[in-house]
């Protein structure tokens, strides 16, 4: 059975997010009706070596003609050398604005190959096929594309929406534990942004799918895209209300950023899930937000395997972070924006946070 999610906004054509169990099977049928017979697969080296066969097979059944583009595994991917060398195998397989690309892979992928098909002769057609846990509930979802620079993660990149996103929950199978509990991250995110109850049923029944569980993992991952897409279709460009999407980020990408975006140290959704640790303890500290409630967001990460502590991800100074964060895309004036919460389901945008504030509560949770 699959849960198909609709995804649509002023700004943009509608799409659907298709969420189930064996899905790669029928995925040339379901993308035939969007090309006219040709795709260029992009996916990362392990993944190519999972599910590329698969996947070829499954286009290839439907009349299309497929292509396999690999990249290096990583975050190192997301690079102006690695997109440039995606936008040349696009034109060298004689791609064109009736084609299509498709991203099979987790974020790194989904965001590397979304800007190669938005770059691509002004923008084409691509499908959203996300293999861990992180991509089929976040960054498939909303029409984000970017690379990163030495400057911070992610500061070069276009809004462009999918036309399918196709999230199969038998891939995740393959993924290494650590990676599921990163996943696991942004699923936790969504309940603390709007939905207190989604968070219940996470810290409680739903924490098997931190595990691994398959029926947890299904509902997570379709409630997950539920509360997403509804954002997405508010405010596509993140003008007011999807900035909230963004919990747990801005502390989480300082902290990736520091420590060289090397994901055998600290992986993306660990980031963010100490990111939202301190984020509660933030506004526990500034009095928004019951410490009892920053207490409940600890419990439930450390459950997860997540870490909740700076000290157990590395040593950080204060001001390089609060100088990571200035540079964050939220930031105005050089004062900073926070996403921070009034309770768990209750997050809230909060701009011109005084820098000093920060420092001292950074400090106290270990920054030197």
């Known amino acids: 059975m699959s849960i198909p999610i609709p995804v649509s906004g002023a700004g943009f054509q ?3 997010v298709i969420v189930g169990r064996g899905l790669l099977a029928s ?5 035939a009706p969007l090309a006219r017979g040709r795709a260029a697969v992009v996916t990362d080296e392990t993944v190519a070596a999972l599910h590329g066969p698969s996947a070829l097979s499954a286009l290839e059944a439907a009349g299309l003609r497929a292509r396999l583009l690999t990249v290096p595994p990583g975050e190192g991917s997301k690079s102006f050398a690695e997109l440039e060398r995606v936008l040349d195998r696009l034109a060298a397989f004689g791609l064109d604005r009736t084609d299509l690309v498709i ?4 974020g790194v992928v989904g965001d590397l190959a979304g800007l190669a098909a938005a770059l691509y002769m002004r923008g084409i057609d691509f499908v959203q096929v996300p ?7 976040d960054s498939s979802v909303g029409g984000k594309t970017a690379i990163d620079t030495p400057r911070g993660k992610n500061l070069v990149g276009a809004f462009h929406q999918p036309r399918l996103v196709v999230a199969d929950i038998d891939l995740l199978s393959t993924l290494p534990e650590r990676q599921v509990r990163s996943g696991w991250a942004e699923v936790l995110k969504h309940g603390l942004i709007c939905d207190a109850a989604f968070f219940d049923w996470l810290a409680g029944e739903g924490a098997a799918g931190a595990s691994g569980d398959p029926a947890a993992l299904e509902r997570a991952v379709v409630r997950s895209v539920q509360i997403k897409s509804a954002i997405v279709g508010e405010d596509e460009k993140e003008a007011g209300r999807r900035a909230l999407l963004n919990l747990g980020h801005t502390f989480g990408h300082a902290l990736e950023a520091e420590l060289d975006f090397d994901e055998t140290r600290l992986t993306h959704g660990e980031a963010v899930a100490l990111g939202c640790v301190l984020a509660f303890r933030y506004s526990a500290a500034e009095g928004f937000c019951p410490t009892g409630d920053a207490e409940r967001v600890v419990g439930a990460v450390a459950a997860a395997g997540l870490p909740t502590s700076l000290d157990q991800v590395g040593s950080f100074d204060a001001d390089a972070l609060l100088k990571r964060m200035a540079g964050d895309k939220k930031a105005e004036g050089g004062r900073l924006t926070l996403v921070l919460a009034r309770g768990i389901g209750e997050a809230f945008v909060q701009k011109g946070v005084d820098r000093k504030t920060v420092g001292g509560f950074l400090r106290a949770e270990g920054a030197a």
Not at 27 to 31: A, D, F, H, T, V
Request: no cysteine; hydrophobic share 40%; charged share 10%.
């Open 14 to 16: 509608p799409y659907e």
């Open 27 to 31: 995925l040339g049928s379901r993308i």
């Open 103 to 106: 991203a099979l892979g987790g």
């Open 131 to 137: 293999t861990t846990l992180l991509a089929q509930v």
